[in-house]
Each structure stands twice: as C-alpha cells, then as structure tokens.
C-alpha cells in the first residue's frame, strides 16, 4: 500500500490542491492526514492561499480514500464540514504487518521538536506519523526500541521553508516537497 501522508495544511487551498495533484502523481492508494487541516489557528500567520471551504471541497471529493486525525486547530465545526471523519486522536494503519500509529503530535508524540512526550505503547517494528511541530522527522527513535518515527513536515506553513508531504511504501518514508 502506497500512503500520501500530510499534515497542517491550515486551510490553505493553494497548498492543499499541491498536495494531492502530487499525491496523484506518486500514485498513492491513500491519503493519511495528520490534523490541522483547515484552521489556521491564532498563533500562525495566515497561509498564502487560505480557503478553508475550498480546502473542504477537495477533500470531500476523495473522502473514500482518506485517514485522518484530529489536530490542535481542529474542531466539530471542522467536522461539520468533512465528508470523512477527522476528531480522532489517532488512526492505526496496518500495512503488512507493520502499525502505522497516526497522530498529530499534541496529545501522542515521540517529544521531538515541541511534540508530545507521550508514546503510545507500540510493539517493536511500529511507526509512530505525527504533524504539529511543521518540521521534517524521518529517524528510529533512540527512547524506544524498534520504533520509527516521521513527521511529513507542514504542507502549508513550514518552519523551515519547505512546503513538503510523506509517502510510505514498502515500508519505508520519504519526503516530498512542494512546488
């Protein structure tokens, strides 16, 4: 199973369409949203782009395709407006027998870059996705044993300028960024 997995796109439509034009070109069979996904919050700046209904809309069409996690920014109005659901604190993913833990990183986290020091319990050979922090993470986590940790860094609003998504395939994550 191929997964396009995206997080914080923060209601930027220009950013969010990208996104899954890129993930049609990577042939992802899934799409994996790791929360924020259509408010901006107040502590961010506005995206380039913001439409969060826009955002809702491109989505909507591909709902049958999409896992997706409550982020911070997210809420039951949020929910009102999704076609898949999205106020979950985590989706597991299970791909050959590999567990894909899905989060966004603010109440589960691996404690890396400002996210949540709050590992689940995962069995050796697990994976722990996660957003928030806008911020790339593709290492084994050096606290827990036979863990993998990724973060697909921020569709929208990047710390560090790259807009960028994941894929995982064959059990193995990459970066993609954004142009």
């Avoid at 986290?109 to 928030?132: D, K, Q, T």
Wanted: with cysteine; net charge negative.
């Amino acid at each position: 199973m191929r997964l396009a997995i995206a997080s914080d796109i923060h209601g930027s439509a220009k950013w969010c369409e990208k996104f899954l034009c890129a993930a049609d070109e990577e042939n992802a069979d899934a799409i994996v949203l790791l929360g924020d996904i259509l408010y901006h919050g107040p502590r961010n700046e506005q995206p380039e782009g913001y439409d969060p209904k826009a955002v809702a809309a491109l989505l909507n069409e591909r709902a049958n395709k999409i896992v997706a996690v409550r982020g911070n920014c997210d809420s039951e109005v949020d929910q009102m407006m999704l076609e898949f659901p999205c106020m979950s604190d985590y989706a597991l993913v299970f791909d050959e027998g590999m567990r894909l833990f899905c989060t966004h990183g603010h109440v589960y986290g691996g404690g890396l870059h400002g996210s949540s020091n709050n590992m689940p319990h995962l069995p050796s050979g697990s994976a722990l996705l996660f957003g928030h922090t806008h911020m790339k993470v593709n290492e084994r986590d050096v606290h827990h044993s036979g863990i993998w940790l990724f973060n697909p860094g921020s569709v929208s609003i990047p710390k560090d300028g790259s807009h960028s998504f994941g894929i995982f395939d064959d059990k193995t994550f990459t970066h993609r960024i954004l142009l």
